[in-house]
């Protein structure tokens, strides 16, 4: 049995379980009147969630996990499309530990759906990485019920390798009778003032509404915008297409690193859920 122990519990996120409880309950219950459960009726498809210390994005990130507690559907594979910001490894990868460790337990990949894939089976792209770990403490607390996960690290974040990936996704779904949930790890816009990071944001969510990837790859490049997770995004946007006829597009929550420390550099971070009118 392979498992992989936390890398950034004590940093991103408390290290003591109690202290993590708290500090999730903490911000749950600050925002739980501004979550929009009307959205828990629809089709959940998936949605992406900012992954930088929870002090900062888990404000946004309690608005998705929250639907998605609420909603009656349960998931059987929770599948983690996160961004390498180490840059080693692979191109896109399935994660190749039994189980991922966090303070509140353990939780076990979902290794039959990773083999189908016919991608790289390796953990060096996550064995220091955090987009992907940081989901797994809201999973843990949020879901009440079985289920497992599938993390996938896309290092090389083009369209072509979104698309791809979203479609070996819909491919191995179909194929294991899985219903999947998709969560795009991504933060906006890096070290710049907010109103600078908001303006540069403005065009990465124009195309996320207008469900168009490839426009998203050429002005993430064409205007330098430090949306670091956009592949993930991409990959999501491109399977939700694939699963739907009209996805729905729902912002859920916007905010920066500088509501919780001012500062003329901060970080952005954007909640959004993606799903199908039932």
């Not at 979550?35 to 888990?58: C, E, R, W």
Request: charged share 25%.
């Amino acid at each position: 049995m392979k498992i992989r122990r936390s890398a950034v519990a004590g940093r991103f996120y408390p290290a003591d379980k109690d202290s993590l409880i708290e500090q999730i309950e903490s911000i749950w219950k600050k925002e739980l009147s501004a979550v929009n459960l009307k959205l828990t009726d629809n089709q959940i498809i998936g949605g992406v969630v900012p992954h930088a210390g929870y002090m900062f994005s888990a404000y946004q990130a309690v608005h998705f996990f929250e639907i998605i507690k609420q909603s009656s559907q349960k998931f059987d594979t929770v599948v983690i499309v996160n961004p390498n910001h180490t840059g080693i490894g692979n191109e896109i990868a399935f994660d190749s530990n039994d189980y991922w460790e966090t303070p509140l337990g353990q939780v076990s990949l979902d290794t039959e759906f990773g083999e189908s894939l016919g991608i790289d089976i390796s953990d060096n792209e996550q064995k220091h990485e955090h987009s992907g770990e940081v989901m797994i403490p809201f999973l843990q607390y949020f879901l009440d019920y079985d289920y497992k996960i599938a993390p996938i690290a896309l290092s090389n974040q083009t369209y072509k390798n979104a698309k791809f990936l979203a479609e070996k996704l819909h491919e191995s779904s179909k194929l294991l009778n899985r219903k999947i949930l998709i969560i795009a790890s991504s933060d906006f816009s890096h070290f710049l003032s907010p109103e600078q990071g908001k303006e540069r944001d403005a065009f990465v969510l124009e195309n996320i509404i207008t469900l168009d990837s490839s426009a998203i790859e050429k002005v993430v490049h064409k205007k330098n915008i430090s949306v670091c997770g956009y592949g993930p995004i991409m990959t999501l946007i491109e399977y939700a297409k694939l699963v739907s006829s009209d996805p729905k597009v729902d912002i859920l929550r916007i905010g920066h690193s500088g509501e919780i420390i001012p500062s003329n550099e901060v970080v952005n971070y954007v909640s959004i859920l993606f799903s199908d009118l039932i």
